[in-house]
Nanobody, 113 residues
Framework: QLVESGGGLVQPGGSLKLSCTAS????????MGWYRQALGSTREFVAAFGDSGITNYADSVKGRFTISRDIAKLTIYLEMNGLKREDTAVYYC?????????WGKGALVTVAS
């Protein structure tokens, strides 16, 4: 019900934009966002729309990443600028609906020269 796209290889300082499209029973883009998991690390919060569409960001990405959405397309985006090597991870789209967590399969983002 959540499908990510847009991952890939990018050089340090570069930009990349991820997309996540919801389908099925997911009809709202509130409580929806992005997490990431680097190799050997736990999954961590990146950015999300909370209730009423308020945006939240992890401190590590503030000022560099921007979350946005297209309600008509049931799609959220994560625009990543000024990418650093430590941003390398699998990025997962996440949705919480009625206390249930939904996850996409993930999109690999590799930041390397």
């Amino acid at each position: 019900q959540l499908v990510e796209s847009g991952g890939g290889l990018v050089q340090p300082g570069g930009s990349l934009k991820l997309s996540c499209t919801a389908s099925g029973s997911i009809l709202s883009l509130n409580r929806m966002g992005w997490y990431r998991q680097a190799l050997g690390s736990t999954r961590e919060f990146v950015a999300a729309f909370g209730d009423s569409g308020i945006t939240n960001y992890a401190d590590s990405v503030k000022g560099r990443f921007t979350i946005s959405r297209d309600i008509a397309k049931l799609t959220i985006y994560l625009e990543m600028n000024g990418l650093k090597r430590e941003d390398t991870a699998v990025y997962y789209c996440h949705k919480n609906r009625s206390g249930i967590d939904y996850w996409g399969k993930g999109a690999l983002v590799t930041v390397a020269s």
